[in-house]
């Protein structure tokens, strides 16, 4: 029987991640902050900082237990009222709009365009309005948006501009790393992102003022608490053993039920979260454990970010052809295009086909698990849009595209020999 090959459950984790990971679960001195080790060294808490300040060129990096919690401070630090309104698109994580319910404001959903996934900066123009006050700038699957344009009506129309990085650590515009845009950006270190510390993110600003304020807000966030951690540091250790027993006798796939029943390892998204209620463990501080995890990942960023891309190739030279071109139909499936000046990083490559479901449960009972984002225009399924405040049929195209989103994987797992079976097995339903 062929290996299984999966699109989530800690794809990123490499061996030198897993032992790490390992090495650190017999640690517990040193989850919180590290200690008996210098702070200011190569693995100090610092160090992430430091690289990240390096990276993007910036004068602010604030880290934080998860993006949500980024943005969530960025918020803040703002002063919104119930009265604003924050801009975002609709067919994203539900962890965005409840950032915004968090601090008090309205989310206002923004339609997306095919090709990108990205804001259709048409429909933003008609959905601003004077109680607007923030536009949060999305680069879905690590594809950039339309940054001149959108940055150019946030300046016409005095809104503060947050980029949502969470898919897109590496991609640039123009030339320039996405990030470096708005007013502020923020970064998710969540188990199937860029990069993985199974949770954790960032914020990454210029703005004195802003980074002064996000000091004060954050400053009284505690560390999470030590079982929260060790849920975290288990996750790519045990999910390496749910990957390499799944076809044992089914002993990978009881593993992983009875993690799930028994609350061992923690959920991307949570139930209350789905209802948008803010669990307990969002306002924290970004422990040096998780900060060890991610800056191991950091420091292979390039090599990851290349072979996705990689593999990206190789699934837009079977399913398009050789050449580059725009997204065209293809028996009814279409394929991401880049939008023009950026490249693309390819957190997950999307194509639209109305076989999305059927090819999902087809290729599973293969042992081919592709990935299930975004099948709610807020995802993941089970979100309550009434909860997050989205209306249905205010963003039409991205309601569509939750109906035909198929996610093919490119992480670091996944050899050449994997996405030529992938994709042999995909052109039987296209």
Excluded at 20 to 39: E, I, S
Excluded at 249 to 271: E, M, P, Y
Aim: with cysteine.
């Amino acid at each position: 029987m062929k290996k299984p090959i999966f699109t989530a459950l800690s794809p990123n984790a490499e061996r030198d991640d897993i032992f790490l990971a390992f090495k650190l679960l017999f640690c517990p001195w040193k989850w919180k902050v590290g200690n008996a080790c210098p702070p200011a060294g190569r693995t100090g808490m610092r160090s992430l900082q430091m690289e990240i300040k390096k990276y993007f060129d910036v004068r602010h990096v604030f880290l934080l237990s998860s993006g949500r919690a980024s943005l969530y401070a960025i918020l803040r630090a703002l002063n919104l009222n119930s009265e604003d309104e924050v801009l975002l698109q609709a067919y994203t994580c539900v962890a965005v709009p409840n950032s915004i319910l968090w601090v008090g404001a309205k989310p206002v959903y923004v339609d997306i365009v095919k090709e990108s996934f990205n804001m259709d900066t048409k429909d933003l123009r008609k959905k601003i309005t004077p109680k607007s006050k923030v536009l949060i700038i999305q680069h879905t699957f690590g594809l950039p948006a339309n940054v001149d344009e959108l940055i150019a009506i946030a300046k016409e129309k005095n809104l503060f501009v947050i980029e949502d990085c969470a898919h897109a650590l590496g991609a640039k515009y123009n030339g320039k790393l996405v990030g470096t845009f708005g007013d502020a950006s923020f970064l998710s270190f969540g188990r199937d992102k860029i990069i993985s510390s199974v949770f954790g993110g960032a914020i990454v600003t210029n703005n004195d003022f802003l980074a002064e304020k996000i000091e004060k807000e954050i400053a009284s966030y505690p560390f999470p608490n030590y079982f929260w951690i060790f849920q975290q540091l288990l996750h790519p250790v045990f999910l390496h053993a749910v990957k390499n027993t799944y076809t044992f006798f089914g002993l990978g796939k009881f593993l992983q039920k009875f993690f799930r029943v028994f609350h061992i390892l923690s959920l991307a998204v949570t139930k209350d979260e789905k209802q948008s209620k803010m669990p307990d463990w969002i306002l924290k501080k970004m422990s040096y454990a998780l900060t060890r995890l991610a800056l191991n990942q950091f420091q292979k960023l390039e090599l990851m970010n290349a072979h996705r891309q990689k593999i990206a190739s190789m699934y837009e030279n079977e399913f398009i052809g050789r050449e580059r071109m725009p997204v065209r139909p293809a028996g009814g499936h279409a394929f991401p295009t880049e939008t023009k000046n950026a490249l693309s990083i390819f957190l997950r490559y999307t194509i639209q086909t109305r076989k999305a479901r059927e090819i999902f449960e087809a290729l599973k009972k293969e042992n081919i698990f592709l990935g299930d984002w975004y099948w709610q225009v807020v995802a993941p399924e089970g979100v309550d849009n009434e909860k997050i405040g989205y209306q249905r049929e205010s963003c039409s195209v991205a309601e569509e595209l939750a109906k035909v989103s198929l996610n093919l994987p490119t992480h670091i797992g996944v050899s050449e020999s994997d996405a030529k079976r992938i994709i042999t097995k995909v052109k039987q339903y296209l």
